[in-house]
């Protein structure tokens, strides 16, 4: 059974950082590009970060690029995003999916960010 299962999430202040992780289970992790998404309340999901499958290539967001680096650890199917100098815009519920350079084949359930004063 395939299963993302993101966590790492909470309420930060701005300015502040946070580290999302989302562990894979159910299919081969090293094969799969990974990426992190992001949705607010009111908005289309969109594409946050995307790591290739060993790593050797790694894109962001216009908006997170310089603040948020993303990662992985393929011994333990495990991607990482690592959140610095959070704003309040960055508020939103962080979803990871799995899958091909064009396609995503898997979604987790997210995890909710919120950056509050």
């Known amino acids: 059974q395939v299963q993302l299962v993101e966590s790492g999430g909470g309420v930060v202040q701005p300015g502040g950082s946070l580290r999302l992780s989302c562990v894979a289970s159910g299919f081969t992790f090293s094969t799969k590009t990974m990426r992190w998404y992001r949705q607010a309340p009111g908005k289309e999901r969109e594409w946050v970060a995307r790591?290739?499958?060993?790593?050797?290539?790694?894109t962001y967001a216009d908006s997170v690029k310089g603040r948020f680096t993303i990662a992985r650890d393929n011994g333990k199917s495990t991607v990482y995003l690592q959140m610095n100098s959070l704003k309040p815009d960055d508020t939103a519920v962080y979803y990871c999916?799995?899958?091909?350079?064009?396609?995503?084949?898997?979604w987790g359930q997210g995890t909710q960010v919120t950056v509050s004063s």
């Open positions: 999916g799995a899958g091909s350079s064009l396609s995503i084949d898997y």
């Open positions: 790591i290739s499958s060993y790593s050797d290539s790694r």
